[in-house]
């Protein structure tokens, strides 16, 4: 059965309805998916369906049915609106409550080039948006509240993402620095512009080291920071005291929520150049994640530098998103690149993968929620996460979804961020064009 999926996208103040993102990136052959058998959603569908009514903009995509959680009553559920003291609103994990007095932290971690890698701290991250840069690559923004952590990075540039994760889950975003289209975003956005520019870290922003510090000063993939010296950093920064963050949206219980489909293990085809597989292990009760070696290439389990350990999740959150080319040269290589605009607002498909099981219904982000991020099932009920780490995977509208023998796959669709980019610059007398915008040295 073929399913229209849409949702309304915000322009200035006003909202206007929005098609889906079309174009794909060709590449190296890709990931090696089991064949669809339940076809979720499909583009072809999209493209020759009639526009849905107003009353349609705000139901949820019916694709299977799912009951009302039940969880036993003995077993608490913290969320969506308040927690505990000694709850961590972002994992649902008893902590110092002095520890959520404190602003949580947005550090922007590369993905790419493979010899960024391995990254240093992201399994210590009470959770990790995976989202789409540009050219078909993926970039990290990883928020930190519950741990300190002595190194965290590479740190690199932001995306426009960012103007709506940090203000999402209430963070400084720390970052080395943006092109000059995405940081007139930042700067534009209340909660990192005007009065609120101390919530953004960058060296763009007169930020050195500490806490931004670079091991190689001509090396991109150099900068690394410390959590805690980041917090004190913002501390001289601001005669506003930072106060503790109205944290809301999330819900947690150690009790899986009813109406799953059996799921261990979730591939994500971002591009030919980007592929991720998540799988659960039923014997720690977590998902292990496993990236590409090189494009179209074997996946290997991903490993932290800092802790020498792989990377888990006891939550892994597929967000179905609308995708635009925001018109922002990012990049340069083969002829350049913009960025995209990942429309994080209203509603859209959701995902949840928690216990080995995929629970289907959609996520919600608008003025009813305060701008905060909500999972609901398509019953209206809201889907609780295992308590502990959750990463976010964001990926197209259009991408097309299947689930065979637990085995759940996604074939992204790279919206096209060459067309209507500024060419590249003159190349200069060395015949060098830079990768990024370049930032300030340390």
Known sequence: MFVLVWQRVRTGAMFIAAGLTLSACAGPPPLALPTPVIILNSPAAALTAAPPT?????????VTTATAPIAPTDIPLYGPDTYPDNINPLTGEQVDPAKLNRIPLALKITNFPLSARPQWGLSLADIVVEHLTEAGLTRFTAIYLQHDVAKVGPVRSARYVDAEIAPMFQAALVTSGSSFGTMDKLRRSAWLGGANGWRLVSEESAFNCPPLCREAPNDINSLFVNTDSVRQALASKTTQGLGKPELSGLAFSAAAPAGGQPATELNI?????????????????????WHETGPGGDLIMHVDALTNVPITAANVVLLSVSHVNNLVPEDFLDGGNCGVEIQIWTSGPARV?????????????????????????????????????????????????????????????????????LPPPTPTPEGLLPVETPTPGP
């Open 54 to 62: 107003p009353e349609a903009a705000t139901a949820a995509p019916v």
């Open 353 to 421: 993968f928690r216990d080995g099981q995929v629970i289907e219904g959609r996520w919600q982000r608008d003025q009813t929620t305060n701008m905060r991020l909500r999972l609901y099932d398509h019953a209206g009920h809201i889907i609780s996460l295992k308590p502990g780490n959750t990463w976010f995977d964001i990926v197209t509208l259009n991408s097309v979804l299947s689930l065979e023998n637990g085995v759940f796959a996604v074939i992204n669709k790279v919206p096209d961020t060459r067309s209507f980019c």
């Open 269 to 289: 085809r971002f591009s030919g150049a980007a592929q991720v597989a998540w799988r659960y292990n039923p014997d720690t009760g977590r998902y292990n994640r």
